[in-house]
Nanobody
Framework: QVRLVESGGGLAQPGGSLRLSCAAS????????MGWYRQAPGKQRELVAA???????NYADSVKGRFTISRDNAKNSVYLQMNSLKPEDTAVYSC?????????????????WGQGTQVTVSS
């Protein structure tokens, strides 16, 4: 079983920082694209940032210059450094990864989601 487990959410003041982590575990052969999504109450889920296995990154316009996505392939992990936080960044943040894994019947290529972590930006 492949699992993604996030950590690092919580409460921050406007202008503050938080760092999210997401670690994948299981019978993993390789991980392709990894990303962070968020969903605020009453809104659709949106892509915040993504990173390829080669390290190329992509950001939502609303977070460019404030958030940084990175990954550690040796640890099967992806991170999101969030600086200059704003109240509108408040949401549940979830990591997502395209993972190739071993199964009892062969190889599986599938997208996996973490359970989500709450980020609240408020004074």
């Amino acid at each position: 079983q492949v699992r993604l487990v996030e950590s690092g959410g919580g409460l921050a003041q406007p202008g503050g920082s938080l760092r999210l982590s997401c670690a994948a575990s299981g019978s993993i052969i390789s991980i392709n694209d990894m990303g962070w999504y968020r969903q605020a109450p009453g809104k659709q889920r949106e892509l915040v940032a993504a990173i390829t296995s080669g390290g190329s990154t992509n950001y939502a316009d609303s977070v460019k210059g404030r958030f940084t996505i990175s990954r550690d392939n040796a640890k099967n992990s992806v991170y999101l450094q969030m600086n200059s936080l704003k109240p509108e960044d408040t949401a549940v943040y979830s990591c997502n990864a395209l993972i190739i894994s071993k199964t009892d019947w062969g190889v599986r290529r599938n997208y996996y989601w973490g359970q989500g972590t709450q980020v609240t930006v408020s004074s």
